[in-house]
């Protein structure tokens, strides 16, 4: 585990996305202590800290990310009690406890837009984006919601309309407005007093506006035809992405920098410039510790993209990047980037490529539930769709909720051992010889890679904490040195089913480190071959061997 008050730099962060996690009261739906009661298998990971998504009181039209009290756990999660016992175990368990702050958006039944939209002479009156209607009634520009249509709704009470990114039931907060930023701050306060480590910021790309509402340019699709989505079609020059952000995220950083040791994540938008903001985001000693991008989760996988990622991973600037191959709002990488295709049974050997690929990344991780256990994204019949975007879009685009289908515990039991109950989305049967329970008694399953790979990244700190070189490697190998501190560590991946051979004077002098995956390179002189999405880890210098490493070998 890392320790000290940069805990955050280079650590393992383990998302939990409470209503598929565990269920602990037979209603179908993950709870508070569903979470508890598993986190020793979290632990035992070895990671640093868990993320937990919202478990805040809502409607749940958008499973959370709707908020209507930011100081209240929903009842279907549980209690503030059970929060609280949540946290001092995972603290016991030496993890660290990040939770959701959603700060660009409430649920309308939220008190503060139930009161802000009655009056504008309410206290809460300009801490929503409201604006005119057009002269001939239309809404005051052309921004688009990401979930389709116009991003404004109009509210007959004040006669404006209001802004809303995502869903019509999520107004946009105005944090151009001292009292509205004021009262996001509190919230953060509040879970900050009872404990918690720091924060993910949810779309951070969204929190201001240009305040003059202008519209934004167009943006031709790229082969001619009109896409599903319309958000495409526009350059988001005025909606997002505004300058004013950084004034709001040193808000949140003055906020966190009263409780040593905490930390913040922002979520970064997968639009054009993504790993730049990630840097500037997180850059200096007054913005945030760190941030990810959507990006990676929207493209394919191929020689070109990977090697693009590690030149991102590598370039030496100011900030700190943490790395996500899935989470709740795209679809799991196995299936994703497949190189069979989406519809194939995933390869076991490229989901401990991928692996492997991630603990090599300079900065810090972020491991989405079940992507440990290599589940592929879950096919669901249109019946089956709860996700209001997948509703909207089907069957271009199914949704989210293929990758939010609850955790696999027992193999043999019903609903895989999540609930006793018909669970909210329902656990494919792919998934059944997946679980937890019939990985734990194999020491090749996918579970034990990711144990041994986040233990070969402790235990190395030019992996976890160094600076990243790219080597310019021919397709379809992919490598780079990880240096630190005396340390100097060679990786090269085969992103391809066929084996391939690799050279390198400084080979025969290295030391392979302990292959971890089952697909490990073999040696002869200064020439490797590695097989089928192989791996190759390698100490350039002599260093120390860690206890980890001789353990592995024994």
Known sequence: MVAGAEWWRGAVLYQV?????????????????????????????????????????SPGRDFGYDVSDHLAVDPQFGTLEDFDRLLRAAHAAGLKVLVDLVGGHT?????????????????EAEWYVWADPSPDGTPPNNWLSVFGGAAWTWEPRRRQYYLHHFLSSQPSLNLHNPAALEAVLAVGEFWLQRGVDGFRLDAIDFLAHDPALRSNP???AADGQVPAKLFALQEHRHDMIQPELFDILRRI????????????????????????????????????????????LRGGFDH???????????????????????????????????????????????????????????????????????????????????????????????????????????AGAPHAGFSSAEPWLPVP???????????????????????????????????ARGGLRPLDLGAPLVGMVREYGGQHILVVLNLSDTPQSFQDARLGTARLLPDFTGQGACREGDTAT?????VLFAALEAVEQPRFAAALTA
């Open 17 to 57: 996305y409470p209503r598929s996690f565990a269920d602990s009261n037979g209603d179908g739906i993950g709870d508070l202590r569903g979470i508890e009661a598993r986190l020793d298998h979290i632990a035992g990971l070895g990671v640093d800290a868990i993320w937990i998504c919202p478990f805040y009181a």
């Open 107 to 123: 649920s309308d039944r939220h008190p503060w837009f139930q009161r802000s939209r009655a009056s504008r002479q309410a206290p």
């Open 218 to 220: 167009p943006r031709p």
């Open 253 to 296: 950083r003055a906020l966190t920098d009263r409780y040593p040791g905490t930390a913040t994540l922002g979520e970064v938008s997968s639009q054009d410039g993504a790993f730049d903001r990630v840097r500037r985001y997180s850059a200096g000693q007054d913005l945030l510790h760190m941030a990810y991008t959507l990006r990676p």
């Open 304 to 410: 070109a993209t990977v090697r693009d990622l590690l030149a991102e991973a590598g370039r030496e600037a100011d900030g700190w990047p943490c790395w996500s191959f899935s989470n709740h709002d795209a679809e799991r990488a196995v299936t994703r980037w497949n190189p069979a295709g989406r519809d194939a049974p995933p390869d076991p050997r490229f989901a401990r490529l991928l692996a492997a690929l991630m603990v090599s990344l300079r900065g810090s991780l972020c491991l989405y539930q079940g992507e440990e256990l290599g589940l592929p994204e879950a096919v669901l019949s249109f019946e089956q769709i709860r996700d209001p975007f997948g509703l909207t879009y089907w069957p271009e685009f199914r949704g989210r909720d293929g990758s939010r289908t609850p955790m696999p515990w027992q």
């Open 429 to 463: 049967e792919a998934h059944h010889p997946l679980a937890v329970d019939r990985q734990e008694l194999d020491d090749d399953s996918l579970l034990q890679v990711w144990r041994r790979a986040l233990g070969m990244r402790r235990a190395y700190p030019a992996l």
């Open 530 to 534: 590695l097989p089928p999405y192989g």
